[in-house]
């Protein structure tokens, strides 16, 4: 009997579950034997991605996290009923306890109103999701190349333990990829290039009834969407999946279309469809958002943002600094100098610098312009092909960034360019991973975050690595300080140019009696009291350098070099530890280890 795998929990015997990791941060290692009670019992935070359809207030289908408003599941589990009718269940092992929230819309790819065995949907939720420990999105896997026979992959669901018995625990176990003609044989009207083929062949592990739009998950990100099968866990009739990188492009489509700014132009003002938290938007360039340190749904206090040019105008879902008539997130533009003396941490730039014939003085245009020789650390965060961020070049697979520069989109969706004065002349790669701080998950103040790139960086005089200052000893009042961007010359304009500055390490107690309510304890001040000279928009996540190392991650300003508003930047030497460890353990000897002091 052919079976899609809807209403019921996962069939899991005899298996050792090993579980991947979510697109904000890797699972922490447990011990999982005291969770497996009558099969692999697994708590949602070891699938926070897994999430549960409802329908009449009982566990239809399943489905997987793939950003704040959307889950992806399975065609057939909507039945042709309205979205009213369905909410998905979110951050609890018992989905009757977890949070739910209502669909707004589903979309279906064109092909399935012709053909069921397009048997995929996106549900777009009515509210945005509030990441946890509990509750994170998980990457799509893009490439078709990356599904191999003989590879582990991990299936979890609130299906049936067993056919026509059903119980819901969430269950989780692992899997082999198995070649496509192996499905085909077995079902040969099911079986369509958009589909793979995974299971045990000798039976004991499988999705099963109520699985259906739960996920397949491969090189931990999503590679499958449970589709069918005969029996459950049965010999020689394994597991058929919707494939995601078949429909990876149209997945992206539906997903970017409502990341679009709407609104009156010339009042500068609207709101922002598929975004938490409304949008003002003037010339390409968010002009406000109402907002609070929770949200921006409760409070007045208006914020200043700047937007990511072309077809993101919209911004993240809370100000950093609630208490002020400006918020500003370096975000998109710039860096702002103003007549100071270009003075660059490594000697082969100063040297470089000595040989030129143009005078310091004939390279500030509207600011410092450098060449990229000058700080081969410097690296542009990318998304949809447009420069939004900075970035440092710690190892040959490792740029540390901001955190609020990638907690929007799948890590997927961003690229680091690197080794052109142009952004968009240098070398282009995909980010692969992304890593937070636990602590950024409870605290978005923790603002700091490791991309692991797709493939190892090609060291060059344009591509350099910079190790980490890991003592903060160096970081004395006075002390000269090197900060490079892409960002803004100038507040509301930009021209995708690289500069460079220097400007000094300030006392903490100064940014903190000019931020009282943002500076903490892994924070640092730099920049001059007197204004002039400062990181701005577009700058988030780039690097401030103290003697030749890599010291802070621009994160925050009141405006752009304000007289008595410094810059704040994330304190590397406070998150060394964490990222020494991250790189440690996420990296292989030849994808090579991070920067050498």
Known sequence: MGVLRQAGLLVVMLAAVVLPFTCAQRLKDKDWSNMIVGGMKVEIEAVPYQAAML????????????????ILTSRHCINQHEPVNYA???GST???????????????????????????????LAESLQYSKAVQCIPLLSSKDAIVPGKQAYISGFGDTEENNAEVVLKAATVEVLPWQTCQQV???????????????????????????????????????VFYGKGCAEPNLPGAYISVPWFYDWIVGIVMEFMLCAGYMQSQVDSCQGVPGGSLVLDDHLAGITCNRNGCDESSINGLYISVPWFYDCIVDECLFPFSDMCVLRQVGLLAMVLTALSLPFSSAQQQQEDRDDSATNMIVGGMKVDIEQVPYQAAILTLGQVHC??????????????????????????????????????????????????????????????????????????QCIPLLTSDSSLIPDT??????????????????????????????????????????????????????????????????????????????????????????????????????????????????????
Request: proline share 7%.
């Open 55 to 70: 329908f009449s207030d009982s566990v239809e289908c399943g489905g997987s996290i793939i950003g704040p408003r959307w």
């Open 94 to 124: 018992d989905p009757y306890k977890g949070k739910i929230v209502k669909v707004e819309k589903f979309f279906v790819p064109p092909e399935s109103s012709n053909d069921d065995r397009y048997d995929i949907a996106l549900a777009k």
């Open 88 to 90: 998905f269940a979110v």
């Open 187 to 225: 079902y040969p009207d099911v079986m369509r290039e958009f589909m793979l083929c995974a299971g045990i062949l000798s039976g004991g592990v499988d999705s099963c009834q109520g699985d259906s739009g739960g996920p397949l998950v491969l090189d931990n990100q999503l590679a499958g969407v």
């Open 390 to 463: 900075g970035g440092s070049i710690i190892g040959p697979r490792w740029v540390l960034t901001a955190y609020h520069c990638v907690d929007w989109l799948l890590p997927n969706f961003y690229e680091v360019a690197v080794g052109s004065t142009n952004p968009y002349e240098g070398q282009r790669i995909l980010v692969r991973e992304l890593f937070v701080p636990p602590e950024t998950l409870s605290d978005p103040n923790f603002d700091i975050a490791l991309a692991k790139l797709a493939h190892t960086l090609q060291y060059s005089s344009t591509v």
């Open 480 to 597: 000269p300080a090197y900060i490079s961007g892409f960002g803004y010359t100038k507040e509301r304009s930009g021209d995708n140019v690289l500069k460079a500055a220097q400007i000094k390490v300030l006392p903490w107690d100064y940014c903190q009696q000019a931020y009282p309510y943002l500076m903490r304890e892994f924070m640092l001040c730099a920049g001059f009291k007197e204004g002039k000279v400062d990181s701005c928009q577009g700058d988030s996540g780039g690097p401030l350098v103290v003697d030749a190392k890599l010291a802070g991650v621009v994160f925050y300003g009141e405006g752009c070099a304000r007289p008595h508003f410094p810059g704040v930047y994330i304190s590397v030497p406070w998150f060394s530890d964490w990222i020494i460890n991250v790189v440690a353990q996420q990296s292989t000897p030849e994808e090579g280890e991070l920067c050498a002091v």
